[in-house]
């Protein structure tokens, strides 16, 4: 298979995870799991996504990820510069709801032979309270209490519907700040934090950018979006003397490479 064909693949199941295509080709996709003839890609492709959806503005019904096409972009393009640099090290999502940007990761993997794990963290249960005695910096987010739940099994079943499971797909259940830390793994090349809270932000951080490899890829999916997620970020970097060439994706993301 072609550079040009992988690519067009990519772009074609950033369209079904977001759901920019019709629920018949989404469901033909998940069905045989084939993908559709070129032409017949190049004329989705052609189309002009509907906004919200270029933007990750909404929480698609039919879509496995809220991220939107250019934050799926962003993550295509990271994966990219990984493969092409070798950089060492495994894949983490921190937040993950429905397993979308986990399971581009995962379809990327196969399809580039990269043999990396995929760490797919999350409560499964919906976003935690805060715990305004630990980090009174989240105060005015009480209200995301519960949102965004996916249990495990769905996910896993999302993944089953782009036979993307495998031995490679790591599972790891539970509030960041008991999880991250004891996770088993040395070196990451890719960290996506996506736990919107000032805690989880932290939480992820403190946990596993350390073990981010040099040139590795750190997405902040909310730094614009909630400013108690780009709070965390700048104190962690300002903490560890860091400074770090943050470049904006969209309204709401930003990546930087360590
Ligand atoms: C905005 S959603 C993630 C969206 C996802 N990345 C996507 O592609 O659509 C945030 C997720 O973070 C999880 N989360 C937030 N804080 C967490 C924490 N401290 N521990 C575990 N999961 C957390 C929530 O359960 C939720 O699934």
Redesign the pocket.
């Known amino acids: 298979m072609t550079t040009e064909t992988k690519k067009l693949y990519l772009d074609f199941l950033k369209l079904v ?1 977001v759901g920019a295509v019709s629920s018949e080709v989404q469901h033909e996709f998940w069905q045989t799991r084939r993908w559709p003839y070129i032409d017949h890609i190049q004329r989705l492709l052609a189309e002009p996504p509907h906004w919200i959806l270029l933007n ?1 503005r909404n ?1 698609p019904d039919r ?5 939107g096409l250019l ?1 799926l972009n962003n993550l295509h393009e990271s994966l990219d510069h990984i493969r092409l640099n070798a950089i060492p090290g495994d894949f983490l ?10 399971i581009f990761m995962q379809v990327y993997n196969k399809l580039y032979d990269m043999d990396r794990r995929i760490f797919v ?8 309270g805060v715990e305004l005695d630990r980090y009174p910096q989240d105060h005015g987010l009480e209200g ?1 209490f519960g ?4 249990t495990e099994d769905e996910v896993k079943n999302n993944f089953i519907l782009y036979d993307a499971l495998d031995d490679n797909i790591i599972f790891v259940k ?7 830390h004891a996770i088993p793994v040395s070196r990451l090349s890719l960290l ?1 934090a ?4 000032y ?2 932000t932290m ?2 951080f403190t946990a596993l950018e350390p073990k981010v490899s040099k040139d590795g890829v750190i997405i902040i ?2 730094y614009f979006a909630v400013p108690q997620c780009k709070q965390a970020v700048d104190e962690y970097l300002n903490n560890t003397n860091q400074t770090a060439a943050i470049v904006t994706i969209d309204w709401g993301g930003v990546y930087y490479h360590k």
């Open positions: 995870l990750g929480w879509g496995h990820t809220m991220i934050r999502e921190a937040g993950v709801w429905r397993g979308g940007a986990c963290c999350d409560t499964f249960n919906g976003m935690p995301t949102l965004c739940a996916a539970g509030l960041f700040k008991d999880t991250l996506r996506d736990g919107d809270l805690s989880s939480d992820i999916d909310d």
